[in-house]
């Protein structure tokens, strides 16, 4: 069974300021999904990664499959920032690939202005 | 454009009821899966569905639930007999051909 571990559960933080949440994970893994949810409720994919490092505007996303953990950076955060982010790790790794997702409790962010 | 559309987007009902939830990939998604959040909690596997059949289920789907593919299309998620603790957010994923999942914008049920 997969235990996938986030931190911190909540950060308030200025605009402007560099932001890291972390997850942590217990089993192999094929990949390592970063997910925002919205007030509303809906769930919006970010980033899915199996290695390295992925970037898309001012978001970045790392994982070190080594130390089964991943993080994700905001940089220079904005208010439309205020979301919960959550981490969701794929496995354990399976022949067929359709490997169910373990999901963190989520990270709640709130940027002010 | 959505990839993936659930409906109803809210649904309540009586507890004992009968309530089917519907999901419709924009493409022919080979694996499906179905997940639910219990408000304030975190989200959690329900089931998967590979190949017009359950390939994985957790301890929650339970025999008061049932998943479908009717028509080759659309997915539906089906609750026999309501209960209170059924109260939640039902999301529905699939998978693109890259791996992304692309999930619903969810069906909110509450139970009375």
């Known amino acids: ?113 | 454009e959505p990839e993936v559309t659930q409906t109803p987007s809210h649904q309540v009902t009586q507890m004992g009821q009968e309530v089917i939830l519907r999901c419709v990939p924009i493409s022919n998604h080979l694996y499906f899966y179905w997940y639910r959040q219990i408000l304030g909690q975190k989200v959690e596997f329900l089931v998967s569905f590979y190949n017009n059949e359950i390939s994985e289920k957790s301890e929650i789907f339970d025999d008061q639930f049932s998943v479908e593919r009717p028509d080759g299309s659309n997915f539906t998620l089906k609750i026999r007999s309501t209960k209170l603790e059924d109260s939640a957010m039902y999301f529905c994923a699939g998978p693109s051909a890259s791996g992304e999942l692309f999930f619903g914008e969810g069906s909110r049920l509450t139970v009375l």
């Open chain 1, 1 to 113: 069974k997969n235990e996938v571990e986030q931190s911190p559960q909540n950060l308030t933080a200025q605009e402007g300021e560099f932001i890291t949440i972390n997850c942590s994970y217990s089993v192999g893994i094929s990949a390592l999904h970063w997910l925002q949810q919205h007030p509303g409720g809906g769930i919006v994919s970010l980033f899915m990664l199996s290695s390295g490092k992925k970037k898309h505007g001012r978001l970045i996303a790392t994982i070190n499959i080594q130390e089964k953990h991943s993080s994700l950076h905001i940089t220079a955060s904005h208010p439309r920032d205020s979301a919960v982010y959550i981490c969701a790790a794929r496995g354990p790794i399976s022949n067929f690939g359709n490997e169910k997702l373990t999901f963190g409790t989520g990270t709640r962010l709130t940027i002010i202005p």
